[in-house]
């Protein structure tokens, strides 16, 4: 195995991890004001702010899905136990001693165990309970006659709190794991550049000299 500079993120996955960014920050901001932590704008402007983020969220979700499943990418996520306790050892103690990560990016598996797993269950679990929620939130209207939907709305509103301070703590964890290991400026760098330190068998790197010469730098 070799270690060459490789295009691990490409245009389009590097457009939607940002534009994510810049969303789910909007959610944020927007959701601490509707609930009254900020006064930074009138609480008209958080929720149409808050709707507006969330329908192009969701729309960018919805690409972002057809573009996992079309392009394989998904196989990034696929859980596995090799090395997943070495890294879950790592970041419990290795870390705290100076050493080295025991995780390297290969060509098709950029995700270490412990970040697929966890982006499976983002994706899975969280991303899906305030995405339902928040549509029944926001549908409330069409649903909103009878008795008991008021207990409704509110077992859904706190679904929708819940999953969002799971995000948040998400978001928490992986800015700290920027700040770990290399340098933030390292751990951004590749998504801007798409470019990433991956170890490359032989057949790999020739595979890419010969066909996608543009994703290898020499």
């Known amino acids: 195995m070799a270690t060459r500079m490789v ?31 900020h006064q930074l704008a009138s609480f008209d402007q958080m929720v149409f702010i808050h709707v507006i983020a ?13 573009w996992h499943l079309t392009t394989g990418s998904w196989r990034h ?5 090799n090395g997943l306790f070495k890294v879950i050892r790592y970041y419990a ?12 990016k290969h060509y098709w598996r950029k995700h270490n165990p412990l970040q697929a797993l966890t982006y499976l269950g983002v994706k899975l679990f969280l991303f899906p309970a305030i995405w339902f929620s ?7 209207g069409l649903w909103s006659q009878g008795p ?14 819940a999953a969002a301070f799971g995000i948040v703590v998400f978001i928490i964890a992986h800015l ?10 390292d751990h951004v760098k590749p998504m801007i550049t798409g470019f990433d330190e ?17 994703k290898i730098k020499d």
């Open 7 to 37: 295009k691990v993120f490409n245009g389009f996955e590097r457009f939607w991890h940002w534009t994510q960014v810049i969303l789910v920050f909007l959610l944020v901001f927007s959701g601490f004001g509707i609930h009254g932590y």
């Open 54 to 66: 969330a329908i192009g969220l969701m729309v960018l979700w919805v690409f972002a899905i057809f």
């Open 77 to 81: 996520y696929v859980p596995t136990t």
């Open 93 to 104: 103690f290795d870390i705290f001693k100076g050493k080295d990560h025991p995780y390297r």
């Open 134 to 140: 928040g549509l029944v939130y926001l549908f409330y």
């Open 148 to 161: 008991a939907t008021s207990q409704a709305l509110e077992v859904v509103a706190l679904i929708h709190v």
């Open 176 to 185: 700290y794991l920027l700040t770990t290991g290399h340098s933030l400026v």
């Open 198 to 214: 991956v170890e490359l068998s032989e057949a790999e790197e020739a595979y890419l000299k010969e066909n996608e010469p543009g």
